[in-house]
C-alpha cells in the first residue's frame, strides 16, 4: 500500500482498461507472461499498468483502469482503489492454460461490453497446431499421479490447467502461502506415487532425493535462466510451457510411467 501516495486522479478512457496486480517482480517469467496477458486481450481492452512491472508514471495512472484483476495477491490495493476511485475487482487464479484465458475473458465480458469467442476459437486451433506433433506424450500423461508446490494462485491455476486440461492427477497439492510446513508437503510427496514435481529451486533437494523430474514455475528459481520471452501463459505460452515440462521429463534419471513405455 505505500504505492498509494503516488497514484493521482486520472479520468477514466473510453476504451476498458485493466490494471494487473500481484504477479511479484522475481515471478518465473513473470514479464513474458504479462505480454502474453496483453496479446490476450486483443485490443478490445487495454493494459492500463501491471502493478510490480511499471515505472512511477505508470503507478499514476492506475486510477484511470476500468477494472483491477489481482492474481491472487495484492487485494488491499484492491479494495484502496475501489474505496478511494470506484474502481472494481476481481481475483483470478494464474491463467495458465485454454482455461485461465477463458476464465480471464468471462469476466472481462462480464464487465465490459467485449466478446471474446473469436479469440477463445483462435485459442484451440493455435495450441492443437503447437502440441499436433507431441499428441503422444500428451495422451501419455493422463492420470500420471504429480506433486505442487506453489503460491496460493500459481497452485490453483496449475491444478485446474493439470487436471482439466491436461488430464493429470495432482496427488499433493500445497499452497504455500503463510507458514506452511516444507517438511510436512516432503513427506507427503514421499509417501504418494507422484512421479512429477512443480514447484521451485527449494525443492529440488527433494525432487533429487526421489529422483523425480522437477519443474520449476514458481519463486524462486536459482538454477535456470530466462532471458527470452517465453511466456506459460496463451497459447503460445501453453506450448512453451509443454516443451519445457517434457525436457524436464525427458532428462529425469529414473524413467516413470507411460511416456516411456
Given amino acids: 500500500l505505500a504505492l498509494t501516495c503516488l497514484i493521482e486522479d486520472r479520468d477514466r478512457s473510453e476504451t476498458p482498461s485493466i490494471n494487473v496486480i500481484g504477479i511479484g517482480y522475481d515471478d518465473p517469467r513473470a514479464k513474458a507472461d504479462i505480454k502474453a496477458m496483453e496479446e490476450l486481450l486483443s485490443g478490445k481492452v487495454r493494459l492500463n499498468a501491471a502493478v510490480?512491472?511499471?515505472?512511477?508514471?505508470?503507478i499514476k495512472e492506475l486510477s484511470g483502469a476500468s477494472l483491477n484483476i489481482a492474481i491472487g495477491r495484492g487485494t488491499a490495493l484492491c479494495e484502496y482503489m475501489k474505496d478511494r476511485?470506484?474502481?472494481?475487482?476481481?481475483?483470478?487464479?494464474?491463467?495458465?492454460?485454454y482455461m485461465g484465458a477463458d476464465s480471464l475473458y468471462s469476466l472481462l465480458e462480464k464487465h465490459f461490453d467485449v466478446d471474446y469467442?473469436?479469440?477463445?476459437e483462435a485459442f484451440r486451433?493455435?495450441?492443437?497446431?503447437?502440441?499436433?506433433?507431441?499428441?503422444?506424450?500428451?495422451q501419455n500423461m493422463y492420470a500420471m499421479p504429480v506433486a505442487v508446490n506453489a503460491r496460493s494462485e500459481k497452485a490453483r491455476g496449475l491444478f485446474t490447467f493439470l487436471s482439466?486440461?491436461?488430464?493429470?492427477?495432482?496427488?499433493?497439492?500445497?499452497?504455500?502461502?503463510?507458514q506452511n510446513?516444507?517438511?510436512d508437503y516432503f513427506d507427503r510427496v514421499r509417501e504418494s506415487e507422484a512421479a512429477i514435481m512443480f514447484g521451485s529451486s527449494f525443492d529440488l533437494e527433494l525432487a533429487e532425493e526421489l529422483e523425480l523430474p522437477l519443474m520449476r514455475i514458481d519463486y524462486?528459481?536459482?538454477?535456470?535462466?530466462?532471458?527470452t520471452d517465453r511466456p506459460y501463459v496463451g497459447a503460445r505460452g501453453t506450448a512453451c510451457f509443454m516443451e519445457d515440462l517434457l525436457n524436464e521429463i525427458m532428462q529425469a534419471r529414473k524413467l516413470h510411467g507411460g511416456l516411456y513405455q
Fill in 181 to 183: 510446513d516444507l517438511e
Fill in 220 to 227: 524462486p528459481v536459482l538454477d535456470r535462466i530466462c532471458i
Fill in 85 to 97: 476511485y470506484g474502481i472494481p475487482y476481481e481475483i483470478i487464479d494464474y491463467p495458465y492454460g
Fill in 117 to 120: 469467442s473469436a479469440e477463445r
Fill in 125 to 138: 486451433k493455435e495450441t492443437v497446431e503447437y502440441l499436433k506433433n507431441i499428441y503422444m506424450y500428451v
Fill in 164 to 178: 482439466e486440461e491436461l488430464g493429470m492427477e495432482v496427488c499433493v497439492l500445497n499452497e504455500k502461502d503463510g
Fill in 52 to 58: 510490480g512491472h511499471c515505472s512511477s508514471d505508470d
